[in-house]
């Protein structure tokens, strides 16, 4: 699997925006700054999470984004479906001969399945509250970092 830098820049920004404004509006140009992506293309990511309803879009010069959900309840899985689609691998193509079944059938229940369920398990337990606050413990890490 291969998170595209769409799920990537989506990510980068709701936790931007979870963690900079809380309850207020912010300008998707200084999100976008901050984190180093193309206004343009985040524009495009924040209208994916518009109509999803993750986030709340205001115009105006008054206007901007903010969080539309609690990030305690929104999950990565949520993001990624929003922004990509089904995240999950595709399951093995079955052959119609008996030797090719058996052995697709293996790799679909031995490799594949035990993947995305590992996978479907590990990004619905983090939450956009769990990224918020790596990202702040990082921060903070970085800030204390002294060099000579």
Do not use: W
Request: charge should be negative; charged fraction near 30%.
């Amino acid at each position: 699997m291969k998170i595209s830098k769409k799920c990537r820049y989506g990510l980068r920004a709701l936790i931007d925006l979870s963690a900079n404004a809380e309850n207020e509006y912010m300008v998707l140009g200084s999100i976008a700054e901050r984190n180093g992506i193309s206004p343009q293309y985040l524009e495009q990511v924040f209208a994916a999470l518009r109509r999803a309803g993750i986030v709340k879009g205001i115009k105006g010069s008054q206007g901007g984004y903010r969080l539309n959900v609690d990030p305690k309840k929104l999950t990565v899985s949520e993001i990624i479906e929003t922004l990509d689609g089904n995240y999950q691998i595709e399951e093995e193509e079955v052959p119609e001969d008996i030797h090719g079944r058996g052995v697709a059938v293996s790799i679909q229940k031995l490799v594949i399945d035990r993947l995305n369920e590992e996978l479907q398990q590990i990004l619905t337990d983090i939450t956009l509250d769990d990224l918020r606050k790596s990202y702040l413990d990082n921060k903070e890490y970085d800030q204390d970092m002294y060099y000579i």
